[in-house]
C-alpha cells in the first residue's frame, strides 16, 4: 500500500495564478483532511471531509476550496494564488472513530509551494 | 481558537541523554497524540493516548496523558542521532474529526 500519496511534490506560481493540489489514499478511510504548515505555526487545518460526499471549513479556509472526488481522492484548489499561500501542504486521512476514541491519522509527504 | 501550547521550542542535546517535551492546554481533550515529522517528509504517529492518566511506551519514547486531560508529556530515553527531527502533540475532542497541533519541538542531537 503506498499510503497517503500527494502531487505534486514543490510547485512556484506567479500571484494570481490558480492550481489543484491532488490527494489520494489507499487505505480505504472515510475521513481526508488538507492542512497547511508554516514556519513556527506548527499545521493549521484548512478543510476535511469526514466521509465521500461532506466538506467543512477548517481552521483557515479563506482562499481555498476543496472537493472530494470519490473515496479515495481529496483535492485541493487555490483560484488565486498570493504570497501568504507560500506554505508546506500536508493532506492525511484517517480510521473511523471508534465510538468517542477518534481515529488515527496518516499524513502524506506534502507538496511544497511558492507563490511569487 | 483552541490551542496547545508545546514546550521547549527547540533542545539540543548529546547522543545517550533522556528528553522531555511537553504539550498543555486551557482545553480538555479525550485524545493525546504525538508526532514525528523527519525533514522534507510529513508526520508520522508515534503514540496515540485515549485515556486520562494512560502511560503508554513506544521502544525509547514513553507518553502520557495527564489527570486534568489538559496536558500530556513526551519522553524519549537514551537518544540517537535518528531521533533529530520536529514533534508535534496534537489533541483531538470527542467525535470531532479535527486535531489542534501543537507548534513542535525542534530536537537536534550531537552525536
Known amino acids: 500500500n503506498a499510503g497517503v500519496t500527494q502531487t505534486p511534490k514543490f510547485q512556484v506560481l506567479k500571484t494570481g495564478q490558480s492550481m489543484t493540489l491532488q490527494c489520494a489514499q489507499d487505505?480505504?478511510?472515510?475521513?481526508m483532511y488538507w492542512y497547511r504548515q508554516d514556519p513556527g505555526m506548527g499545521l493549521r487545518l484548512i478543510y476535511y471531509s469526514a466521509s465521500e460526499g461532506t466538506t467543512d471549513k477548517g481552521e483557515v479556509p479563506n482562499g481555498y476550496n476543496v472537493s472530494r472526488l470519490n473515496k479515495r481522492e481529496f483535492s485541493l484548489r487555490l483560484e488565486s494564488a498570493a504570497p501568504s499561500q507560500t506554505s508546506v501542504y500536508f493532506c492525511?486521512?484517517?480510521?473511523?472513530?471508534?465510538?468517542?476514541?477518534?481515529?488515527?491519522?496518516?499524513f502524506g509527504p506534502g507538496t511544497r509551494l511558492l507563490v511569487l | 481558537g483552541q490551542q496547545l501550547n508545546q514546550s521547549p521550542q527547540s533542545m539540543f542535546i548529546q547522543e545517550g541523554e533522556d528528553v522531555s517535551m511537553n504539550c498543555t492546554s486551557s482545553?480538555?481533550?479525550?485524545?493525546w497524540l504525538w508526532y514525528k515529522q523527519d525533514p522534507g517528509e510529513g508526520p508520522v504517529l508515534l503514540i496515540a493516548?485515549?485515556?486520562?492518566?494512560e502511560l503508554t511506551s513506544n521502544g525509547r519514547l514513553t507518553a502520557q496523558f495527564g489527570i486534568t486531560r489538559k496536558d500530556s508529556f513526551l519522553n524519549i530515553s537514551a537518544s540517537i542521532p535518528s531521533d533529530v527531527g520536529i514533534y508535534f502533540c496534537a489533541g483531538q475532542r470527542g467525535s470531532n474529526y479535527k486535531l489542534t497541533f501543537g507548534k513542535g519541538t525542534l530536537l537536534t542531537v550531537n552525536p
Open positions: 487505505m480505504n478511510h472515510n475521513s
Open positions: 492525511a486521512s484517517s480510521e473511523e472513530a471508534v465510538g468517542w476514541v477518534s481515529g488515527t491519522q496518516y
Open positions: 493516548l485515549y485515556k486520562a492518566g
Open positions: 482545553s480538555i481533550f479525550n485524545t
